[in-house]
């Protein structure tokens, strides 16, 4: 069976010193910036998703350690191997295993694409599918994320309500979405607008504008741009004009 070294000799391999400069940029590593201190390789997400199909059979302690390193392609192969299993989890009980090991390893997903890539297909599945019982809410779990002094933790809690639009529901979305109106992070502006949006272009239109007329003035600039960019240009202008 492969291991962690297998992986890490495959992923050190295949590293661009230039495209790795770039990347540092990019996913704003600088001291005092989102993503202090990430490490990149530079290695482009489409190889690294043939890595992660690669070794998808790796147990999950070697998913472990790809997630405690410092190198973002790292972690980022250990999410797509745990999407993999995921998605290749044949019970309720492997699934749950999988989602507790994913929960317990948040402090990894610490950059916007790591939470991107696998918040809705692991967070928001099992929460939408299989997280049920006394004692336990969908809702009231984003809710204690949306609360979270964690930004990486706030954002899996909004971006993991695209697996309930996908779905066709959208009373995550606008819950987690109010609640985090007064974020001071412009990542979480960002998700919140973005989710929006999905709400209302896959699900409906009528009640994004509800949420948007009932929660104008408390909308960060950027969060009301991102949620308005599927409306009809009047529209559009009609909500700019009115902040």
Do not use: C
């Not at 400069?21 to 530079?42: N, W």
């Not at 998605?87 to 990894?108: C, P």
């Not at 929460?127 to 009231?140: D, I, R, T, V």
């Not at 909004?158 to 990542?187: C, N, P, W």
């Amino acid at each position: 069976m492969p291991n962690f070294k297998d992986i890490a000799q495959s992923l050190d391999s295949l590293a661009d010193n230039k495209q790795a400069v770039i990347l540092q940029r990019f996913f704003k590593t600088g001291p005092g910036e989102y993503g202090a201190g990430d490490v990149f390789l530079g290695i482009k997400v489409p190889v690294q998703r043939l890595v992660a199909k690669k070794y998808q059979s790796v147990p999950l302690s070697a998913v472990a350690r790809l997630l405690k390193s410092k190198i973002h392609e790292y972690r980022l192969v250990g999410l797509l191997i745990l999407i993999k299993k995921y998605e290749a989890a044949d019970s309720r009980e492997l699934k749950q295993e999988i989602f507790y090991f994913y929960v317990d390893n948040f402090l990894a997903i610490n950059n916007w694409d790591l939470v991107d890539l696998s918040a809705p297909k692991i967070v928001g599945d099992y929460l939408f599918n299989y997280y049920q019982g006394k004692n336990k809410s969908s809702l009231k779990f984003l809710e204690n994320l949306a609360a979270s002094h964690n930004l990486w933790e706030r954002r899996i809690a909004i971006i993991s309500t695209f697996y309930f639009i996908y779905r066709g529901q959208t009373r995550e979305t606008f819950v987690i979405a109010a609640k985090l109106l007064s974020d001071q992070h412009d990542l979480i502006h960002k998700a919140v607008g973005w989710m929006l949006r999905e709400a209302g272009k896959r699900v409906s239109e009528p009640e994004l504008l509800k949420f948007l007329d009932a929660n104008l003035k408390k909308m960060p600039r950027t969060a009301l741009r991102y949620a308005i960019e599927r409306l009809a240009e009047s529209k559009r202008r009609a909500y700019l004009a009115r902040t």
